[in-house]
């Protein structure tokens, strides 16, 4: 079982920046950001294999990048240019699978999922 825990989440003015981190407990292929806003689905932003292939929701492309640190234990959100619909709780999610053609945006495919961390751009 994979523990996951997000930290980095806050308060900043629209067009400022902030950065998420999640902490693994163990290695898994497929990592991803998903967030909700209050009365809203949960929706993906970014996700990240271990092959370092990428993808991004429409909403946040050219601002937000996603990384993991080569341990693979660390998964990494830079948010830029923030905007007051990025307002939401962020949630960690990972799945031990890679898939065939890019690490989906659909949270059925992720199994291990943290707590979250709220992001509030006012």
């Known amino acids: 079982h994979v523990q996951l825990v997000e930290s980095g989440g806050g308060s900043v003015q629209a067009g400022g920046s902030l950065r998420l981190s999640c902490l693994s407990s163990g290695y898994t292929y497929t990592m991803a950001w998903f967030r909700q806003a209050p009365g809203k689905e949960r929706e993906g932003v970014a996700s990240i294999d271990s092959e370092r292939r990428t993808t991004y929701a429409d909403s946040v492309k050219g601002r937000f990048t996603i990384s993991k640190d080569n341990a693979e234990k660390i998964l990494n959100l830079q948010m830029n240019s923030l905007k007051h619909e990025d307002t939401a709780m962020y949630y960690c999610?990972?799945?031990?699978?890679?898939?065939?053609?890019?690490?989906?945006?659909?949270?059925?495919?992720?199994?291990?999922w943290g707590r979250g961390t709220q992001v509030t751009v006012s």
């Open positions: 999610a990972a799945v031990d699978r890679r898939y065939t053609r890019y690490p989906p945006l659909i949270k059925d495919k992720y199994t291990y």
